[in-house]
């Protein structure tokens, strides 16, 4: 994996302009903040961030594959000032359950997601080497 930073660009904060990586791709659908069960136990923007993470941690296992493979994450939120009021708590999640591993990143603020209690939905993308 090789992160891609041109010259004299700044340095991104909390992602990566780019990864070049090779091996085996794991493509995960959104996940969002309910348990295994489909079962959300918070309303709480950032809370609901720390599950998905979750969620995607046990998806990357079933591949043998972990956080530090991730290439791509793909954020829709649907309310944008909710996700910049929760940086903070956002941030100590991330590193608490992916580490200091920052893949490509877009964030997108939707009308909704398909589940109604649903404030977040993260979509993954990990390159496992061969």
């Not at 079933?62 to 903070?88: C, G, L, Q, S």
Request: aromatic residues 10%.
């Amino acid at each position: 994996m090789h992160f891609l930073q041109p010259p004299g660009w700044a340095r991104p904060k909390g992602y990566s302009n780019g990864i070049a990586a090779t091996g085996r791709t794991v493509c995960i659908s959104g996940m969002i903040g309910w348990d295994s069960q489909g079962k959300f136990h918070t309303d709480d923007f950032a809370g609901q961030v720390r599950q998905a993470l979750r969620n995607i941690v046990e998806v990357l296992a079933e591949a043998k594959a972990a956080p530090e493979h991730i290439v791509r994450m793909t954020w829709y939120v649907v309310d944008k000032k909710e996700y910049i009021t929760a940086y903070k708590e956002i941030g100590i999640a991330y590193r608490e359950i992916i580490g200091r591993h920052f893949p490509a990143m877009t964030a997108v603020q939707v009308v909704a997601l398909i589940e109604d209690d649903a404030r977040v939905e993260i979509e993954v993308t990990a390159v496992v080497p061969e």
